[in-house]
């Protein structure tokens, strides 16, 4: 584009002048922009008072799922999904509007790989991340050395949190036999991205460290007295 100027003296001379203006004309691009907050009302919460492990369903690759010898069975003693996604995220896609697919994509994302569980004998739990997204609690001492004791999988679409876990952990609270543990604050995250119609991208993150969380399975006793079963004492002495 080419912009000109003429200009004219008071007895009618004139002259001319042109510039290259093109670069000067510039469209600048609308891109997206959002927020993730932690939602702490939607949580995944397991409890380990099962009666036998059940099929897993979860792919730990070529770590081993740990097999935890006081529960019968072969798999995940207890897992749960989220009811939704453990994020509440706001999004602008600005003028573009969003893309025509995978336009909001959610993934797990360790921040710290110390967990702080441990197995029942008190062997560190690090969180590691596999190729595939999954997220893997690995132990790493003791028994069960190099084994899964747990694994996180998220929904892309929905943000939907399933946990598995394979072996049981330590609670430290021996005043209560359903005491509560949970990942370590900042140790794993929720990252969301989101792609507009022509493009362009932008991510955000939120803590969900405490939004997983492994109930205890205590040990219970029944005392019946025993039928047929009795101290006599006989007074009769010599």
Same mark, same amino acid.
Request: charged residues 15%; negative net charge.
């Given at each position: 584009?080419? $912009? ?12 001319? +002048? /042109? ?5 000067? &004309?510039?469209?600048?691009?609308? /891109? ?48 749960? !999904? ?14 573009? /509007? ?7 994509? #959610? ?5 710290? $790989? ?51 876990? #394979? ?25 969301? !991205? ?15 460290? +405490?939004? &997983?969380?492994?109930?205890?399975? +205590? ?8 039928? /047929? ?10």
């Amino acid at each position: 584009i080419i $912009a000109s100027v003429t200009v004219t003296d008071f007895d009618g001379d004139s002259a001319f +002048g /042109g510039a290259q203006i093109g670069g000067a &004309i510039q469209f600048h691009d609308d /891109g997206p922009s959002l927020t993730a907050v932690a939602n702490g009302g939607v949580v995944v919460a397991l409890d380990e008072t099962q009666a036998a492990s059940t099929a897993a369903a979860i792919d730990t690759g070529a770590i081993v799922k740990g097999e935890d010898p006081d529960v019968g069975g072969a798999g995940a003693i207890t897992s749960g !999904t989220s009811s939704g996604a453990l994020v509440n995220v706001t999004t602008l896609f600005g003028a573009d /509007g969003p893309a025509a697919s995978s336009a909001t994509v #959610y993934q797990l994302s360790v921040t710290n $790989a110390v967990s702080g569980l441990t197995v029942t004998d008190g062997s560190a739990i690090t969180l590691q991340t596999l190729a595939s997204g999954v997220v893997v609690g690995v132990v790493q001492t003791g028994t069960f050395t190099g084994q899964a004791a747990f694994a996180l999988s998220i929904d892309p679409a929905t943000g939907k949190v399933t946990v598995e876990q #394979y072996l049981s952990l330590h609670h430290s609270d021996t005043g209560n036999p359903d005491d509560t543990v949970a990942l370590a604050g900042n140790s794993l995250a929720v990252k969301v !991205t989101v792609t507009d119609g022509d493009g362009d991208t932008a991510s955000a993150s939120a803590d969900v460290s +405490g939004q &997983i969380t492994f109930d205890d399975d +205590g040990p219970s006793v029944t005392a019946v007295a025993a039928t /047929g079963v009795t101290v006599s004492l006989d007074e009769t002495a010599t």
